[in-house]
Each structure stands twice: as structure tokens, then as C-alpha cells.
């Protein structure tokens, strides 16, 4: 059964810095993975998706890559802005029918 | 172009109360979900429709019905609500349901209170 799971759960860090933001997942016969940023009370917004043929996308200071074979993800975050302060989840598409989240990380950027 | 539109924002409803959840679309796509965000369960699918004219049972489809009334509209029914239903429910909705057209764009959510 696919786990999807993301480390850390929260992550607070002054402004301006780089930051990583994990997911990982049990299987990895994927079709793909999408990472979303969810603002408090409101829905998901995609951020980057990425097939199961690419290693990585890239979208202004963000970039994602994907290791299939070892089951992980990274959102990498550059020059972090207190607009960044948001829940990050992951999410894998499995079958034509299932995609599983991940349980999201809380980032908190100080200013 | 509004994305993903639903209504209500916000609803409670007693036990054995049924009601209708709208969600409408108007980029086009062909295909649309519903998920259900729990705290601790995060968001798990319930019904999707790959196409205008489709349904099929996601991960929770007990206790939920849904409509794909045309291609920009697919509705989820309770049809006698109950406590275990309170949640946060989102429809969404992406162009294709396979390949690079996969991305998922999201409505604003229903809250739903279960009494």
C-alpha cells in the first residue's frame, strides 16, 4: 500500500534563507507527483508537477526533484519571503484511479 | 476565468439532513474529483469523473453520491448526513486525466458541520 509522508511537519526559518521541504513515498511505481501550497482556509494550489520520466521542474524559486528508485521528493525554496508561510503537501498519482497525499509541512517564514 | 467555483462556503447540518454540494469549472476541463480533508487524514478522493458523462468511486465513496451534470459541473450528494461526515470538501478538476495536462487545480472548499 502506498505511504506518502513528508518531513518535517513544521519548519520555521528567519527570511531570506534556502530551505528543503521532503516527501517521500513506499512505492515507487508512480505516474506522478505534485507538490501544492495551501494558504489557512483555503484550497490547494499546484505549484509543479512532475512525471515520472522527469527528475525535476523548476517554476521562479522553486524547484522539485524526483528519485523514483529511492522513493523521494524535494521542494527546494530560494530566498524564502514571508508570503512562502504556507502548508507545502505532496501528492502521488498511483493508478488511473488514486492519488495520496501526503500530510503536509507548515512553513513559517519570520520576517 | 473564475477556476473552480463552490457553493455553499459553509454549511451545518443536522443528522439524517441531506444536501447537495455544487462545484462548477470553467477552464475547459475534463476532468473532475472530489476530496474530503480530514485533520491527521489528510485529503483522501471520493468520487471522480474522468470524463463528461463518467463516475467512479474514489478512495471514501460511502455515504456520497455524485453528478457530472455537464462538462463544466459535478455535484456531491449526502443523502442523510452523518457526524462523520464533517469535514473540509474540495472539489477539483484538471484537462486530461492522464499525462502532462494533469494538474490539478482546486476549488475553495465547503466546510461542513455535522450536528
Known amino acids: 500500500k502506498q505511504e506518502v509522508t513528508q518531513i518535517p511537519a513544521a519548519l520555521s526559518v528567519p527570511e531570506g534563507e534556502n530551505l528543503v521541504l521532503n516527501c517521500s513515498f513506499t512505492d515507487s511505481a508512480i505516474y506522478n507527483l505534485q507538490w501544492f501550497r495551501q494558504d489557512p482556509g483555503k484550497g490547494l494550489t499546484s505549484l509543479l508537477l512532475?512525471?515520472?520520466?522527469?527528475r525535476e521542474q523548476t517554476s521562479g524559486r522553486l524547484n522539485a526533484s524526483l528519485d523514483k528508485s529511492s522513493g523521494r521528493s524535494t521542494l527546494y525554496i530560494a530566498a524564502s519571503q514571508p508570503g512562502d508561510s504556507a502548508t507545502y503537501l505532496c501528492a502521488v498519482k498511483t493508478s488511473y484511479d488514486k492519488v495520496i497525499f501526503g500530510p503536509g509541512t507548515s512553513l513559517s517564514v519570520i520576517p | 476565468n473564475a477556476g473552480v467555483t463552490q457553493t455553499p462556503k459553509f454549511q451545518v447540518l443536522k443528522t439524517g439532513q441531506s444536501m447537495t454540494l455544487q462545484c462548477a469549472q470553467d477552464m475547459n476541463h475534463n476532468s473532475m474529483y472530489w476530496y474530503r480533508q480530514d485533520p491527521g487524514m489528510g485529503l483522501r478522493l471520493i468520487y471522480y469523473s474522468a470524463s463528461e458523462g463518467t463516475t467512479d468511486k474514489g478512495e471514501v465513496p460511502n455515504g456520497y453520491n455524485v453528478s457530472r451534470l455537464n462538462k463544466r459541473e459535478f455535484s456531491l450528494r449526502l443523502e442523510s448526513a452523518a457526524p462523520s461526515q464533517t469535514s473540509v470538501y474540495f472539489c477539483a478538476s484538471t484537462m486530461d486525466w492522464t499525462g502532462l495536462r494533469e494538474t490539478q487545480y482546486f476549488g475553495p472548499g465547503t466546510r461542513l458541520l455535522v450536528l
Open positions: 512532475i512525471q515520472s520520466s522527469q
